[in-house]
């Protein structure tokens, strides 16, 4: 397997994340002192949700969008999260204050069902309440890796189906993203484009993949994609700018004769895919429609920090 780590995930290296305060349950530890009981229903069976968004100049990116998409997992995976929107986001800034965090920032927020007596799936053997562990960092994207774009291989691994696994659901298990994900650095990409129980393009193992044809803009239907923020985004400014975007039904054929094609994330923004399963999509990189939605995207990020006071 490639020892590499090129991805839409990579950050530059900032050594301040070695000293960096990590908030358990209403208590700040340092990195290396964080830690969690072995009983934890996150650990023990990947019960949990959570959530991951960015901070720009003192403000929390699209923080509503967020927080409705952690609340709802956690009501579809019937959670009790035990605080309220405000008292959670009063935690993150509790955690970014002590660690003098006001841009450039990637907080994640993760809250399991909490410590079980015994390793069990019975929720009713929890003996604690809900574990909330928020991470951090600083991270900023690392523009070499998004110029030189990303190579995706399409997994055999398939995008579940909403009555057993719904997408949209960010959820501590990952374990199909994960073996994805090794599939596609075993056959030396960089990430992986999944399909759906159709054998549509769905998204990638932990970003949404949309296409360039004709000017045109294509992701998958949502039906059996990440609930992405990112991806919303895209989508909203598409429409706000008289851009043509569908969201539809494609298959690896449509991928292929692509014009373009990129990936969105709320740590990499919009990053240009070059290849995929070998097949060269663009030599231009990024392409003209993808580095117009990357402009656009970056406005937005800029519209929502005037629109919000910094943190005081």
Not at 256 to 261: F, L, Q, S, T
Request: aromatic share 6%; hydrophobic share 35%.
């Amino acid at each position: 397997m490639p020892q590499g780590t090129h991805g839409t995930h990579n950050a530059v290296k900032d050594p301040r994340n070695e000293e960096v305060l990590i908030y358990i349950n209403g208590e700040l530890k340092p990195r290396e002192e964080a830690k969690i009981s072995v009983f934890d229903s996150g650990y023990l069976v990947g019960d949990g949700v959570w959530e991951a968004l960015r901070v720009h100049d003192g403000v929390l990116v699209f923080l509503d969008e967020h927080l409705d998409r952690l609340w709802t997992g956690a009501a579809t995976i019937g959670l009790d999260i035990g605080m309220s929107r405000e008292e959670l986001v009063q935690e993150v800034w509790k955690t970014l204050d002590a660690n003098e965090m006001n841009n450039h920032v990637h907080v994640r927020i993760m809250l399991t069902r909490g410590i079980k007596k015994t390793p069990s799936q019975d929720p009713r053997l929890t003996v604690s309440g809900p574990n909330l562990v928020i991470v951090a960092e600083h991270k900023k994207a690392d523009p070499e890796s998004r110029d030189a774009g990303v190579t995706l291989f399409t997994s055999t691994i398939r995008r579940g189906s909403p009555d057993y696994l719904d997408p949209r659901l960010n959820c501590h298990s990952k374990q199909h993203e994960v073996q994805a994900l090794i599939q596609a650095l075993e056959a030396g990409a960089d990430e992986a484009l999944m399909l759906d129980v159709n054998g549509f393009v769905s998204t990638c193992n932990a970003t949404n993949f949309f296409i360039v044809k004709d000017g045109e803009v294509w992701t998958s239907t949502g039906q059996y994609c990440m609930n992405g923020i990112t991806r919303g985004k895209v989508i909203e400014v598409c429409h706000e700018e008289g851009i043509p975007c569908y969201e539809k039904n494609f298959s690896l054929f449509e991928v292929y004769g692509a014009d373009e094609a990129f990936v969105t994330g709320s740590f990499g923004g919009l990053t240009p895919v070059t290849e995929v399963d070998g097949r060269v999509i663009s030599k231009e990189v990024p392409g003209e429609r993808t580095r117009e939605l990357q402009k656009l995207y970056q406005k937005k990020i800029k519209k929502a920090v005037a629109n919000h006071s910094s943190h005081a």
